[in-house]
């Protein structure tokens, strides 16, 4: 069994023990601010978010990218205003988180819209917007976009997003470039389908996209497709179609584990795609979520009841499944330390939440110090697809988030939706 923490820096991420052994993201202690904004809580920090983006900024300073931040990783329009002050431009996915970023003040020359489903009035909201481009991934968007655009009079800004059939060596169920995986186009369909493109006078064709899947440590699928990427814009070219840009996705993974050290580093990811891309001569994309936010944000909850039961010591707290979805969802591990560091000697713990589900655990047979009731935790790499993730289940509210500034001022950039406002929602209909 391990010892306890030392006080001090923690593996990986903002997140350390100052001298009295309080938690603190970023050198802001977490206590006080739950004690102030409530629990469950989450906290983010600005500085951490800025230092993620720089990292990249300068690791891709060969290809100078534009850089458009994967909005479904942390929708909150604070957050995305914080990454668009460092010139960062958005990915969106829907009519909702194309309003989200324009919200946060993102220039729509910088907004790209994903998405392997978007309807009619998406389309026609993107239109009018008058974003960069449409990642298409189906013959039947193609024309959707085609008859929205003739509805209004313009023509569209289209990437094909091509599914380049490389395996992403991820978690199964967070993979997209895969035969089999929904997304994208298949690769050896492209020609054909940039040729048939050519009856469809509303749209045209500026640029190839793709994604490959998230949270990857390993540089060979990037590396595999960004080489298949740059063979087919070779080969389109070969044919007579010149592209303006291409759009090479997100992925990048981080840590989350002690085990995971530093996690990649951008400079490989950006030496992968310099090697394949650089030669295009092409402006290129890029579309972090993970990275940029993920090891920014800490989840806070309270340990509710202790309880022994057969073998196992469980932890009951207030924060659920329906707080901090990717455990029960993908069976993730979050790192979780206590708010208050303990030198006891660690015991194995089971961290559960209220919920009325069976996979409302967070995790199993945990070595953490021996927490009381009234104690609180923090779950580590909560800044992204978490708080996004969190719903009303089991008649509970949507936690609270707050942002820290650089200077660590603590900003509440959303209340908790509670249950009370779910149901004047529901009341106001009657
Ligand atoms: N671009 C596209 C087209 C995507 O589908 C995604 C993520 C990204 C960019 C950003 O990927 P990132 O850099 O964040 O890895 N909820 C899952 C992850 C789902 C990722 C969906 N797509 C999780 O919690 O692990």
Redesign the pocket.
């Known amino acids: 069994m391990s010892k306890a923490a030392p006080l001090g820096p923690v593996p990986f991420g903002p997140v350390s023990y100052d001298a009295t052994g309080a938690l603190c993201l970023s050198s802001t202690p977490l206590a006080p601010l739950a004690a102030q904004f409530g629990s469950p809580l989450y906290v983010y920090s600005g500085a951490h978010i800025s230092a993620q983006i720089e990292r990249l900024q300068s690791a891709f300073a060969a290809l100078n990218p534009l850089i458009c931040y994967?909005v479904?990783?942390n929708m909150n329009t604070h957050v995305i205003r914080h990454v668009a002050s460092h010139g960062v431009g958005a990915?969106v996915?829907s009519v909702g988180e194309l309003r989200r970023a324009l919200a946060a003040g993102v220039s729509p020359e910088k907004i790209v819209f994903?998405g392997v489903a978007k309807q009619p009035a998406e389309l026609e909201a993107g239109l009018e917007t008058g974003i960069l481009q449409f990642?298409v991934e189906s013959w039947s968007e193609l024309e959707a976009l085609n008859a929205a655009a003739a509805r209004m009079g313009t023509i569209a800004p289209v990437a094909l997003r091509v599914n380049p059939d490389v395996d992403a060596q991820t978690?199964a169920k967070?993979t997209?470039g895969s035969r089999g995986n929904k997304?994208g186009l298949p690769f050896d369909d492209i020609p054909s389908l940039v040729q048939q493109m050519q009856t469809l006078p509303h749209v045209r064709l500026e640029a190839l996209a793709m994604?490959i899947g998230?949270?990857l440590f390993k540089m060979q699928p990037f590396s595999d497709a960004y080489k298949r990427l740059a063979d087919l814009t070779r080969h389109l070219s070969s044919v007579g179609t010149t592209l303006q840009r291409l759009d090479i996705?997100?992925?990048?993974g981080i840590p989350y584990a002690p085990e995971d050290g530093d996690g990649p580093d951008p400079v490989d990811l950006a030496a992968a795609a310099t090697e394949h891309l650089a030669p295009l001569g092409l402006p290129t994309i890029v579309?972090?979520?993970?990275?940029i936010v993920g090891n920014a944000g800490v989840m806070i909850a309270d340990v509710v009841y202790t309880k022994e039961s057969y073998d196992h010591h469980f932890l009951l707290l207030n924060a659920g499944m329906n707080d901090l979805m990717?455990p029960a969802l993908?069976e993730?591990y979050h790192h979780i330390l206590p708010l208050q560091h303990s030198s006891a000697a660690p015991i194995p713990q089971e961290l559960a939440g209220p919920i009325c589900e069976s996979t409302d655990v967070f995790a199993k047979q945990r070595p953490l110090p021996p927490l009381e009731e009234g104690a609180q935790v923090a779950f580590l790499t909560a800044g992204?697809?978490c708080a996004v993730?969190a719903n009303h289940y089991n008649g509970r509210a949507l936690p609270a988030e707050v942002l820290l500034s650089a200077t660590g001022e603590a900003k509440l950039i959303r209340p908790a939706v509670s249950d009370a406002d779910m149901i004047a929602l529901e009341q106001a209909q009657a």
């Open positions: 994967a479904k990783a990915d996915v994903a990642n978690l967070i997209t997304f994604h998230s949270q996705g997100g992925g990048l579309e972090p979520g993970r990275f990717r993908y993730a992204a697809y993730l």
